[in-house]
């Protein structure tokens, strides 16, 4: 699935900057589906899905190719020439102004997903990299403000498929090599809250709300399988949801994601409250139970120390 993310100034300006870049999220994704070429493939490519353009030059693949037993490669000066073709072989509508690129690699160059933004947006950093790039969740990450604070401005290619750890040892070598020598990212556990899903879940049309919408900051709704809301609900209050149910129905529901667009307004981080009504809210909506619990779970830790 193509993905368009906007990356914010560190809040000073925090309820009017963060309004503005949820709407241009919005608008971006909207023009993207309404300018796409036809042909595009909204789901994950299949080998050849998606492609607009035969025509890729062998400065292309040296550019975003991956050579063997290489699973992740940062690229901190992106040619622009080679980068428009590779997004123009993707599907992605032409003139956006991109300031970072993520590549899958399967032996073809494949842009899953842009950042986009006027120049006044600040670079990515290493939890941006690792939120979006990899799509490691914000809950399996320890430190996450130190990864915050490590610039990554750049283009990254992924060997389709690989495993997470796989990416995250290229990715600390390659940050090491980026100005960081003494960058450390290990798997430790950390007893962490989770809410466990059970129950029969009814079937509804209902189109849910995930988080109250704000206004004059629409989201376009969400169809999908009962596990991929659960997901959402779990990025959305940053807490691990298992789905424990009896019975895997429905098997398709809406729902309308304002996490995002709430954080922005609230300044990053929603409170206790917020979390324990959009639970309670999802109870009601699916008629199911949802318990919290105290687990032990494997979580990503970024040192940035020298080791003793």
Known sequence: MIELHLQLKPIRRIRMLALLSVLVIVAIAIIGRVTRV??????????????????????????????DGV???YIPYPNSNDRD???????????LSILSLTVEWDGYPQARLTQLGPKEYVPRSLLDVMT?????PIYDIDNPAVAARIPLSGDWILR???PVCEYLEDVENEVRRSGEPHLRIIAVPRIVRVYTVHGIPRDTTHVFNLF????????????????AFLSSLGRAIECPVVNACSEKH???ISWVDNSAANKAWHGGRLAQTWVDTAV??????????IDPAEVTREVWRIIREPSP
Not at 132 to 136: E, V
Not at 212 to 227: A, C, E, I, K, N
């Open 132 to 136: 979006q790039t990899l799509r490691i």
């Open 212 to 227: 109250p919408p704000v206004p004059d900051l629409p989201v376009p709704p969400r169809t999908g399988s009962l596990d």
């Open 160 to 162: 389709k498929g690989s």
């Open 250 to 252: 429905p098997a398709s």
């Open 85 to 95: 073709l590779v997004c123009l072989m993707s599907g992605f509508p032409a003139g």
């Open 280 to 289: 309670a809210d999802t109870k009601l909506w699916l008629g199911v139970e």
């Open 71 to 73: 699973t992740a490669r």
């Open 38 to 67: 036809p042909e595009a493939n909204t789901n994950e490519p299949r080998s050849g899905g998606g492609r607009h353009c035969t025509s890729v030059t062998e400065s292309t693949i040296q550019m975003y190719g991956l050579p």
